[in-house]
């Protein structure tokens, strides 16, 4: 036999065993830890590096996740959180959570909306309660309800079907709003306010989180298949001097 016959044999083990991580074992074992929004976002945010060479004291495969960003420059956090999710520990700039009214269909397990997404909403103009200030004016607002009622009008009058308003604190978080509609009932003359909560906020917020270590996990069930992949990958070496 060529003598490139043993390093060909385990450079392909190497390289099919990296693979059926990202393809079979690392998608299954996601599957168990998380909540399933994106069918194909475990797969698509994944790479291999396949094994190169002859030296097969040094050679290796490699099978990792990409650490991207998203359009406009911005850090893709569900990418590069996952080594926390991996070991343990605590993920910052959570300082929104999205709640359920902002996924698709009010459900947890969807997506947000497009159109609810933080990309999607200019932050800078989101007017925040406060009981000081109302209209760009220094008047002193007894109640929570009152300033609410302030800053939704103010949005509205400033920024039509933009206005979002990230209300009052309620113990230490706060909530995003976007406001639909600023009416006043015909009957009773009240004024109705029509909101959609988007967010909950606290600043600097950190979520700490268990490890699961599914990687770890897909890895060792692709490595108890390794010496049936090397016997196949050998076998051809053996069919290839037969030819």
């Known amino acids: ?8 044999a385990i450079r392909e083990t190497l390289s099919k065993s990296a693979l059926n991580v990202k393809q079979d074992t690392m998608p299954k074992m996601a599957k168990k830890e998380f909540v399933n929004r994106q069918p194909n976002f475990f797969k698509a945010n994944s790479s291999v590096a396949f094994a190169k060479g002859y030296d097969v004291k040094s050679m290796k495969a490699t099978i ?19 080594e926390q999710q991996e070991h343990g520990g605590a993920i910052g700039g959570r300082s929104f959570v999205p709640l359920d009214e902002a996924r698709t269909g ?3 397990n969807k997506l947000v909306k497009k159109v609810n997404r933080l990309a999607a909403i200019d932050l800078k103009d989101v007017v925040s309660v406060s009981r ?13 309800k009152q300033a609410f009622i302030r800053a939704a009008i103010m949005a509205k009058k400033l920024h039509g079907d933009n206005a979002y308003v990230l209300g009052n604190n309620k113990n230490g978080f706060r909530t995003l709003s976007r406001i639909n509609s600023v009416s006043t009932n015909r009957k009773s003359r009240n004024l109705q306010i029509d909101r959609t909560p988007l967010y909950s906020y606290r600043q600097g917020r950190a979520a700490r989180v268990q490890a699961t270590n599914f ?29």
């Open 132 to 144: 000081r200030r109302s209209m760009g004016k220094a008047i002193n607002i007894k109640s929570k």
């Open 1 to 8: 036999m060529h003598r490139s016959a043993l390093p060909n």
């Open 215 to 243: 990687m770890r996990r897909a890895s060792m069930e692709t490595q108890s298949k390794m010496d049936a992949t090397f016997i196949k990958e050998a076998q051809k070496q053996f069919d290839r001097i037969r030819k």
């Open 64 to 82: 990792g996740f990409i650490d991207t960003k998203l359009k406009g420059g911005k850090n893709n956090y569900a990418v590069n959180d996952l």
């Open 106 to 108: 009010k459900n947890k």
